[in-house]
């Protein structure tokens, strides 16, 4: 079945570090890959989306490129900020799985001014 | 427009009882999926409505069960309720149009069972 593995937690950074969240995926067919990051008490929102290999999706400073070839949808961001310190998700959905979501475990990332 | 409104946000419940959730998806999605996330098993897919059909199902016991209304509106009930269905309960909406839609989260409903 699908599986998303992401880099083990937490981390912490001080502010305007590079930021590094790995993600690898294994899926039957062409999956879309998405990360979503969820602060302290709410839901989850979406950061950014790609829907096929070699895309790259960014939003709000970050950016993760569809590598089909290493099965990897890395997270990156040049210079975090603290209100970057959030959980991040990977995550990936199947056409034929209609809107379902298979996520990673979350990283629990904190920036430090 | 509104975002995906769920309730209670809150509820304390003791084992062998059972549980009624609501989600408001965003005006005009017709797709509401459920998911459970505890600290120890992550965010796991409990089930995805569409136009009132139940289009996709997790791997969760049958004591978990859903429905979509014809607005909509999703409910989900857990039925002789568990300790370890202590969880945050999310609910999701899209428009499901194309493919790799966006999913719209709601805050979630924290349930304690006692």
């Known amino acids: 079945g699908d599986s998303v593995t992401q880099m083990e937690g937490p981390v912490t950074l001080s502010e305007e570090a590079f930021l590094t969240i790995n993600c690898t995926y294994t899926a039957t067919g062409y999956p879309s890959l998405f990360w979503y990051v969820q602060y302290p008490g709410e839901g989850l929102q979406l950061l950014l989306k790609?829907?096929?290999?070699?895309d790259k999706g960014s939003n709000k400073g970050f950016e993760a490129t569809y590598r089909k070839e290493t099965t990897s949808f890395h997270l990156e961001k040049g210079s975090v900020q603290v209100s970057d310190s959030a959980v991040y998700f990977c995550a990936l959905s199947e056409e034929t799985s209609g809107s379902r979501l298979t996520f990673g475990e979350g990283t629990q990332l904190t920036v430090n001014p | 427009k509104a975002g995906v409104t769920q309730t209670p946000r809150y509820l304390i419940k003791t084992r062998g009882q059972q549980v009624t959730l609501s989600c408001s998806p965003i005006s005009g999605h017709r797709s509401v999926s459920w998911y459970q996330q505890t600290p120890g098993q992550g965010l796991q897919f409990l089930f995805e409505?569409?136009?009132?059909?139940?289009?996709n199902k997790g791997n969760f016991p049958g004591r978990f069960s859903g429905r979509q209304f014809s607005n909509s509106r999703s409910e989900m009930n857990v039925s002789t309720l568990e300790l370890g269905d202590s969880a945050l309960y999310l609910c999701?909406?899209?428009?499901?149009?194309?493919?790799?839609?966006?999913?719209?989260f709601g805050p979630g409903t924290r349930l304690t069972v006692l």
């Open positions: 790609a829907t096929k290999a070699d």
């Open positions: 999701a909406s899209s428009s499901n149009r194309l493919v790799a839609d966006t999913q719209y």
């Open positions: 409505y569409f136009s009132e059909t139940q289009r």
